[in-house]
């Protein structure tokens, strides 16, 4: 029997349970891609703005590309204004036409929380049942929201979270079993997964703390306590390794363990970069992959000479000279 099985949300069924998070900086197109080619099963964007959206920013417009590869993808808006999220909604359905739409009621960065948006959200359960009521009011698409535990130790309510946004038509919830006190540091909280899969008619994604295919294992039910939750999201575990999915895979399905050789990881880098080469101008394409590299060099051999190559790539050129590093460090 396999763990890996697909998930009805709403009117949409997914291919699996194996999710790539939203993550600013990092969930773009060119890495979701990357990630389908691995078995990514279904993929996040990042957060958008709802207010840069409705106001036609063109840096915002960027984040919804979509990879050729990618046959769905779900678009995660931040915001609090609930006729505001309802528009960007609207928009988003009608010209990226995704699988469905994401609620942010977890960013915990000042910035955001002092407009009311990301986890500023758990402290008004009311105004997260509104938004996401608007955003099904406004599209035909299945509307889902990812909280956290609560605002912090004092303050867990993520029940109470959960159920106010099912109450306004949330179709799926995804858990990021931490506080906002806590950030991203911390244990995350697994027991909660299960408390609110429990309480709620819908599925309960799992994020917080999976670094292994091991880890999504025992969400999903592998270590014979049952599942915890229906899905699970990788985010900072897939940084760098987007073979995760390809490993996690073969674990839930009961197959040997897939050999990810080093040839295998540069390859997906070099595409990584090649496809944000098409996403991004080429400075910015240069620059933002620095930390990409990075990421995949872990547990590179050669690694701290590499890396020291590649926070000084400025163009195309020096990335090819440092991959062409790459493949004579590991070959
Ligand atoms: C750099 C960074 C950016 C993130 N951006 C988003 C985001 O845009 N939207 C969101 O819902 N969560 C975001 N998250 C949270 C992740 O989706 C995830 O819930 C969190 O990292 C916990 O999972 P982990 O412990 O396995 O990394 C971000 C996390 C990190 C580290």
Known sequence: MTLHTPIRIGSYTTKGNLFLAPVAGYSDAAFRSVCADAGCDLAFTEMVSSEALTRGSDKTEVLLERAENESEYAVQLFGSDPATMARAAELVARRWKPALIDLNCGCPVPKIVKTGSGSALMKDPKRIESIVRAMTEAVGLPITAKIRLGWDEESINYLEAGAAAV????????????????????????????????????????????????????????????????GVMFARGVMGDPFIFTRTLALLRGEPEPQITPAMKLAAARKHFALS???????????????????YLKGVRGGAELRARAVACVTPDDYEEFFLRWEQAVS
């Open 277 to 295: 080469l098409r996403f991004y101008s080429e400075h910015s394409a240069c620059v933002e992959f620095r930390k990409q590299a990075c990421s």
């Open 167 to 230: 109450s306004g038509g949330a179709q799926a919830l995804t858990l990021h079993a931490r506080t906002r006190a806590q950030g991203y540091a911390g244990r995350a909280d697994r027991s909660a997964f299960s408390r609110l899969a429990a309480a709620l008619p819908v599925p309960v994604f799992a994020s917080g703390d999976l670094f292994s295919p091991e880890d999504a294992l025992d969400i999903l039910g592998g270590d014979g306590k049952g599942p915890r939750a229906a």
